[in-house]
């Protein structure tokens, strides 16, 4: 691996720049003095734009192979849209949150070492049409007792499920999600319970618009159950933190303005300093990492901009003292896509025993929205669920309209690009929106290992890349 030093010259501006230098494995640092300042200067061979899961996990990959890695995270916070605010003795996510048993997630999360304490929670729940409450066909018993479909319903909805389990999504082509359901459901009733678990599972609401196959593949993984993490899920990004600092990382909470492609990279940061990589993993939207990359126009960067759409929802976090329907823990919309669910059923999210509650409204990639609308029909499912929760409320949390996810299941909006921009040797991607077929968190832990792979790769045997 190339030795490289970080020099920095600091009039009339600050300016980092590398001299190539021995092989050797061990750190050099430099401390740079003028009557005014002191400068520390560092190598650097790999820098991640973004200190979100994708950032910080890459960068325990590459720091840990021995790679002197800078994560440039713009916020005062790591995290990103996986941090956790505590309030009232409440711990809220940025949403609801849960981790697919099985998932990409769980395999890296377990490659590197991190443990979480948790719980899978019971999916013995409610559906709700036209306002009415119904149990929620999710289990045999719950399936034959449910009167929100008819007997031939039930039957159609079991066989559904049943082929699903064995299905290879992967087998079905570029079909629509309403085009394979309508050719394998007759009933009205099952197409629409299909369509909320497909949208509880992938947050794309419709069906018409979303890739059948993609949409499958995540619906199997939730059969095998998700994780709620004790203390949200900051749990999961302090140690990711720490072991990225642990291995060597190092993390610049700064803004970067733009990066030029030069024999290496040429990363300004908000503050004027100028930082030269070889190589750049970027983490950030497909819109903000286009927006980043001068000379971006008419590269792949463009395409996958212009085709990958993010998913959009209106959340609602509170924290209740008591629950008036303790019985009440979970609920999914069948003609309206909203999510209710008490995460305190499986995980530990509060301090003073206070059951902390989330409901989900999906907007899908609906850009525009209405706040004051959607909260309004948020409340109203939780007083349907919970009715009087006013009475018991604690903390409160109302987000109208967050990114869930850089990345969609649509037809015409899914385009896998990454590790490597083929047109801007150098330049990796990875999040939620540089997925393969998975999706959500999981697109973020498998894009990031797999971009970090390529670029060890690339230090170990430089012009010879082998995407994973």
């Not at 230098?21 to 734009?49: D, G, H, W």
């Not at 713009?74 to 940025?94: C, M, Q």
């Not at 479909?149 to 039957?155: P, T």
């Not at 997925?435 to 797999?450: H, I, M, V, W």
Request: aromatic letters at 8%.
């Amino acid at each position: 691996m190339n030795q490289l030093i970080l020099l920095e010259v600091v009039y009339p501006f600050r300016i980092h720049f590398f001299l190539n230098l021995s092989q050797t494995t061990s750190p050099l640092r430099l401390v740079c003095k003028n009557r005014k300042r002191e400068f520390t200067m560092k190598k650097y061979e790999a820098a991640i734009i973004g200190g979100g899961i994708s950032g910080l996990t890459a960068a325990v990959y590459l720091a840990k192979a021995g790679i002197s890695t800078v994560v440039i995270e713009k916020g005062k916070a790591l995290g990103g849209r996986a941090k956790t605010v505590k309030k009232n003795g409440a711990y809220f996510n940025i949403g609801a949150h849960a981790l697919y048993k099985g998932g990409a997630a769980e395999a890296v999360l377990d490659e590197l070492g991190i443990e979480l304490s948790g719980g899978v929670p019971d999916t013995k729940g409610r559906a709700i049409w036209n306002g009415s409450i119904f149990s929620l066909p999710a289990s045999l018993p719950s399936l034959l007792s449910t009167k929100l479909l008819s007997l031939s319903g039930k039957i159609e909805l079991g066989k559904v499920m049943r082929k699903l389990m064995n299905l290879k999504p992967a087998s079905i082509g570029e079909r629509s999600l309403r085009d394979w359901a309508e050719s394998e459901m007759t009933d009205p009733m099952v197409r629409h319970a299909f369509y909320a678990l497909c949208r509880t599972s992938t947050y794309c609401i419709g069906p018409e618009n979303q890739q059948a196959a993609i949409v499958l593949d995540q619906v199997q993984r939730g059969m095998n159950g998700v994780f709620y993490i004790d203390g949200g899920w900051q749990s999961m990004i302090d140690p990711l933190k720490k072991k990225a600092i642990d291995f060597g990382a190092d993390i610049v909470h700064q803004s970067a303005v733009s990066i030029k492609k030069k024999s290496g990279f040429e990363i300004t940061l908000k503050n004027g300093d100028i930082i030269q990589v070889p190589m750049v993993l970027s983490t950030a939207s497909p819109e903000q990492t286009f927006s980043l990359i001068e000379g971006a126009a008419g590269t792949s960067l463009e395409t996958w901009r212009q085709r990958v759409k993010p998913i959009y929802a209106a959340c609602l976090d509170v924290s209740l003292r008591h629950l008036p329907k303790p019985n009440e823990q979970f609920a999914i919309g069948i003609d309206q896509p909203i999510l209710f669910t008490n995460q305190s059923r499986a995980a530990q999210l509060s301090d003073n025993g206070s059951s902390v509650i989330s409901l989900i409204k999906y907007l899908g990639t609906d850009s525009a929205s209405n706040a004051q609308s959607d909260q309004r029909e948020l409340e109203n499912f939780l007083e349907l669920m919970q009715p009087g929760w006013r009475k018991e409320l604690e903390g409160y949390q109302y987000l109208p309209h967050i990114t869930v996810s850089n990345g969609s299941c649509a037809m015409n909006g899914y385009l896998p690009l990454g590790p490597s921009v083929p047109d801007i040797p150098g330049l990796y991607i990875a999040g939620d929106g540089a997925g393969r077929t998975e999706l959500l968190a999981d697109a973020a832990f498998a894009s990031a290992k797999r971009a970090s792979a390529l670029m060890i790769q690339k230090c170990a045997n430089p012009g010879i890349l082998k995407e994973a």
